[in-house]
């Protein structure tokens, strides 16, 4: 057994990526003939959207799981099915985990005292897949309701040697609302950064980064950077990159020296680059599985050669 | 058809009562005999505790629907179980909503743009039940991502003749961690404030509630009194009450002339009646169904004495 991040820093270094593809099916944009084949063929779920889900999920991790660390499952997506896409999102954990991926359970849960705790024993099994039935290896947990509410999360995190994203500073364009309020002279979310900071300094036994890390969007580099230096013992979990705007060089303060210390995701610039301009003219539709792995890979390389993270390349 | 604040009031003058039950169910704290029972007869779900949850979640329902206008499932006790508990809880919303009750589905969600409005549509139903599969009335939200985050919300919302009601101050004991902090001289919570009130504003047409409502907790009763000054066009639910030391002499603020404007919650004071001192010498613990009215009815009866709520007893 070994703590979160013990299990995710290995897997960066065996995939030299500190990479994570989230998985945020969307009906709309499935790619062709998903749907339909669902529709026709037998199918375990009583809706077929679900079965569309499942197997394009499935496809995503046979491709990537040799390519990059983890995955990230969107709950939201799941959940706007139904009952069934709570099932499909427990397959899709279980299958990403078999496939040797860390699963980063992107819920953004968050609630008082044993609520929260049941929030975290549902999601949260980290290095016992069967100790909660969806069974990831880190949630994010949204602060706003107080720092007390998120000792509870921490306390299942560290008993089960699982991981916590804190959000802190987020990727989307109204993030500065709330989150850049000046109180004593520091951001709201400066506030937020030195209670999650403080956890994860009291979680990190030996180890350089604790158990609690932190959402910290990629679209905004300045408060990027300002953050990986308030926060050394954090880790940061980083959307925003490809499709919202972020880009390598944006992230390039978020890593230490050996280039690690962050894990940067993209959605819907790999999962539907078959979509994308950048890949539409290299590959038909029906080769969307060749664009999930041309897009991959050219993330990979982009943050190799523009970030610290080309330290992981050796 | 009619929106999701005329349902409510119409439910709320019906019963003479602005109460919610809240249906939490804890596997520690089920009456006797329920897991036994779910244990030993027939399952329509593969884990016994997820039948327990169902019955209790239906007995409940069939004691306080005469009584109180709405019920407030928290999904996070029915998430704890893994999928078999998302399909209870959308087996309980439907019974809840079969028995005429007001359902506020207490998810405390929150995401960016599209994320946040799959949220949306896989919870708020609104005024049409199958148009969600979890098909709630109204749904919690968190606004710690920015003001644009919560837009996707209230666009859905209002298409269902659905309710929201976003976190604002909250009622546990480190609220003010992060709520309280003061940017521009004014509490972190009252700038949310201002953009739940400005919402609620462009929701209401001509009645008096908007579609936007706000959590405010019973547990600071100066805080309650504040900013149901500054929020005239917000409707509040108001968690806090008897277990967590709210008083009906500190809810009395939340309401207006006419006893309406907010609806107070309880949930383990209710539902695990027969386990509180104050019903375990008159209730034996079979009799926990007789605890939950008694606590329903005394409840009530509280409200009416102490505040403005008195006025719809008529």
């Known amino acids: 057994m070994a703590t979160y991040i013990e299990r995710l820093n290995s897997a960066i270094l065996a995939k030299r990526a500190p990479v994570v593809v989230g998985l945020d099916p969307r009906k709309e944009q499935l790619p062709p003939g998903l749907m339909d084949s669902a529709k026709s063929g037998h199918s375990y779920y009583s809706d077929p959207t679900a079965t569309a889900y499942e197997r394009f999920c499935f496809q995503i991790i046979d491709i990537v799981a040799p ?6 499952p969107q ?5 706007e099915l139904g009952p069934s896409g709570s099932l499909v999102l427990a397959s899709v954990i279980r299958r990403a985990r078999e496939a040797g991926l860390i699963v980063i359970c992107d819920a953004k849960r968050g609630d008082i005292g044993s609520t929260a705790e049941a929030y975290a024993r549902g999601y949260l099994a980290g290095s016992d897949r069967n100790a909660a039935p969806w069974s990831a290896d880190s949630l994010t947990v949204n602060p706003y309701l107080g720092p007390d509410t998120l000792q509870p999360f921490v306390d299942v995190a560290v008993k089960r040697e699982a991981g916590l994203y804190v959000l802190v500073r987020t990727s989307n364009p109204g993030a500065a609302g709330f ?7 520091q951001t709201h979310y400066r506030h937020v950064a030195a209670a999650v900071e403080q956890l994860a300094q009291e979680t990190r036994g030996e180890q350089t980064y604790g158990a609690v890390g932190a959402v910290v969007g990629a679209t905004y580099p300045q408060e990027l950077a300002e953050l990986r230096a308030a926060m050394p013992h ?11 705007g972020g880009t390598a060089q944006d992230i390039a303060a978020a890593f230490d020296a050996d280039g690690l210390g962050a894990i940067v995701n993209s959605s819907r610039g790999i999962i539907f680059a078959y979509n994308n301009a950048k890949y539409k003219d290299q590959f038909a539709p029906e080769q969307w599985e060749s664009a999930v792995e041309a897009a991959t890979r050219d993330m990979i ?12 390349g050796g």
């Open 67 to 72: 390519l990059v660390p983890a995955v990230k």
């Open 75 to 79: 709950a939201a997506f799941f959940e």
């Open 179 to 185: 989150q850049d309020l000046i109180a004593d002279g």
């Open 234 to 244: 954090t880790h940061f979990l980083i959307p925003g990159y490809g499709s919202q």
């Open 301 to 312: 390389a982009d943050l190799a050669e523009h970030t610290p993270a080309g330290a992981l």
